[in-house]
């Protein structure tokens, strides 16, 4: 480093003071012009990541991935709606090698067979029963501070302070697993040291829209529809249940769609992005 600094010091001045030229980085010695990032440009993550199993969102994460080492907060309209569909490829990886995928509070009892469908095993499951806020609060703490290797820690916080989050985020980046918080739609008013912030909502054909709030590099505007069947339906869907929207009227496709649609207000995406 010193080196490049003692290069830029005796770099040729321009020849004109008065005249403002922006800076060339590719003058600059190859390692470190590689090594700078642009604000326009998504961020490379400085740890590992765990593919989310679909190409088109792994392209606009930092990384190419679900990060570890730092929190991922997933928010939703209502509770288990698209969380395992979402992560369900990822946490499928994870299970293959081994992983255990702790759940800290999931509202509603996981339901085994449609997770076996999903590739992950019953016996990779560590379902952890905690009641109230405090309770799920401090035991996604220590799981976070155990730093179990391999798995994935899912934690269901949806009264979690930005404080908190923090905390939490503090203990995650001496975490190797990928470290996922379920959170209400509204929660993206609210401000959170989360890296990585989603809005996962339902769209129509059995896609998933994906909303990224917040990544490290530029904001970005729409959304990511991916497909996403549950378990083996496509095994068994007909061409037709494939596509149910091509069976509704005009009406019944705008309602299906807005269940799943993202708020389309840059007010809204602005604060996500604190």
């Known amino acids: 480093m010193s080196a490049a600094l003692q290069w830029i010091v005796n770099a040729e001045p321009p020849a004109s003071l008065g005249t403002s030229r922006p800076f060339d980085v590719g003058q600059l010695p190859s390692g470190i012009s590689q090594a700078i990032w642009r604000g326009t440009e998504v961020g490379q993550a400085s740890q590992a990541v765990v593919s989310t199993g679909f190409e088109a969102l ?25 969380e395992w569909r979402l992560l369900s490829p990822a946490l499928a990886r994870l299970v293959a090698n081994n992983g255990q995928i702790l759940l800290v509070g999931p509202p509603k009892r996981p339901h085994v067979p449609g997770l076996v469908k999903l590739g992950i095993a019953e016996k990779n499951l560590v379902w952890i029963v905690a009641d109230t806020p405090a309770e799920r609060l401090w035991t996604t703490e220590q799981l976070v501070k155990a730093n179990p290797r391999g798995g994935a820690i899912l934690a269901w916080l949806p009264q979690a302070r930005a404080e908190q989050i923090r905390r939490l985020q503090v203990h995650a980046q001496s975490c190797d697993c990928p470290v996922f918080l ?64 091509l069976l509704l009227s005009k009406t019944e496709v705008s309602n299906v769609h807005a269940l799943g649609r993202v708020a389309n207000q840059p007010r809204l995406r602005q604060l996500a992005a604190h």
């Open 58 to 82: 792994d392209a606009q994460l930092p990384g190419g991935g679900w990060p570890c080492n730092a929190l991922t907060e997933c928010l939703q309209p209502q509770p288990s709606l698209c």
């Open 182 to 245: 379920f959170r209400p739609e509204a929660a993206q008013l609210d401000a959170s040291p989360a890296p990585l912030r989603v809005l996962a909502t339902l769209g129509i054909d059995w896609q998933l829209q994906v909303h990224i709030l917040k990544r490290k590099g530029a904001l970005m505007d729409g959304v990511i529809s991916i497909p996403s069947i549950p378990g083996t339906l496509a095994n068994v869907f007909t061409p037709r249940l494939m596509r149910p929207s």
